[in-house]
């Protein structure tokens, strides 16, 4: 199978060559992305590396490190690439891990596979602590959004994907900042595609981050609310109708009246000064009651929702899908 790796850069001069070079021969194709980089990176590795897979391409104006993934993960399926792999730049990422990440997507076992950071906690010293908060937060977050519970490290950038599912990813709408991971987990969530964690380490040296973490803490929130709303009604009301979308109308609409009733009176019982009845006062907890119960039950089937079945050995584009699904039939019709 063809394995390209895609390698934003953007003032990682000085490192990216040491990530080239630690390539194995697993990769096939190497997409160097210059996004417009001040210190012309991709004239630096034209200039002086001489790996024959390497292709420099260079984006106009500075997109984001979304951008430039999207511009390497177009380059590398117009040559017909059977898996894409975003490696950073900055040497965060040990190439020698791709094995590893891409095995699940072999296998047949996951459309799309990242790092997490998160499973073994004697390797989270080196990472800062705002880092390792944010993370965290971050991590609770997008599993709301997304619906992947079952992953961790959301924002982490060594990923890895199959080009038959990239191929019906709409890159025109992922973001091209920061928020790229996320949002492409949510894309893939859409399509009910498979993502698996692979255990790796935390690697910082002395690079910057040019994250800002105010424009995270300003931006992000609403972002992954909208991910949130778009996802719920993808799934539960525009391609399906289950027991969780029930749960969720049910549950909205009876914990609604409950407070929309229960608020009335008690702003009423203020104004007064006469105390609401009993009567009055089971008549709005019941349905908040009820309706609180419905919603939970609503986030437990969502959990239990998510996707198990790979995607990419059912579209059957390109020769590497057309092997995989070939394995993966021959696995079902073992008698083992």
């Known amino acids: ?86 490696v950073d730049g900055d040497g965060q990422m040990d190439p020698a891990l791709i094995p590893t990440l891409v095995r699940p997507i072999v296998e047949g076992r996951a459309d799309y596979a990242k790092g997490n950071r998160f499973f073994e906690l004697a390797g989270l010293s080196s990472m800062p602590g705002v880092r390792l908060f944010g993370n965290a937060m971050l991590s609770l977050v997008s599993k709301v959004s997304s619906g992947y519970w079952d992953i961790m490290d959301p924002t982490n950038g060594f990923v890895a994907i199959h080009a038959a599912v990239a191929r019906r990813l709409p890159f025109e709408r992922i973001a091209d900042d920061y928020f790229f991971e996320s949002d492409l987990l949510f894309r893939l969530g859409t399509l009910r595609a498979v993502v698996a964690d692979m255990p790796m380490a935390a690697r910082y040296g002395g690079e910057r981050s040019s994250l800002s973490v105010p424009g995270v803490v300003l931006r992000f929130p609403v972002r992954y609310a909208n991910r949130f709303v778009k996802r719920i009604f993808y799934n539960y009301f525009l391609r399906d109708f289950n027991a969780g979308s029930v749960q969720i109308v049910l549950g909205v609409l009876l914990a609604g009246f409950g407070l929309a009733f229960g608020g009335w009176h008690w702003a009423e019982s203020i104004r007064t000064g006469v105390p609401a009845t009993s009567g009055t006062v089971m008549l709005a907890a019941l349905p908040l009651l009820l309706g609180g119960h419905l919603l939970l039950s609503a986030i437990n089937y969502d959990v239990a929702n998510v996707p198990r079945r790979p995607l990419h050995p059912l579209l059957g584009t390109g020769a590497g899908a057309g092997r995989l699904c070939e394995d993966s039939a021959h696995k079902e019709e073992s008698p083992t």
Do not use: Q, S, W
């Open 1 to 86: 199978m063809k394995i390209a790796a895609v390698i934003p850069c953007y003032g990682v001069r000085d490192r990216v060559g040491a990530v080239i070079a630690a390539m194995g021969p697993e990769v096939t194709r190497i997409f160097v992305v210059d996004d417009a980089c001040p210190e012309k990176t991709g004239d630096h590795v034209e200039a002086t590396i001489r790996d024959a897979r390497v292709k420099v391409l260079r984006n106009a104006r500075n997109l984001g490190v979304g951008g430039a993934v999207k511009a390497g993960m177009r380059a590398a399926l117009d040559e017909d690439a059977d898996i894409l792999v975003k």
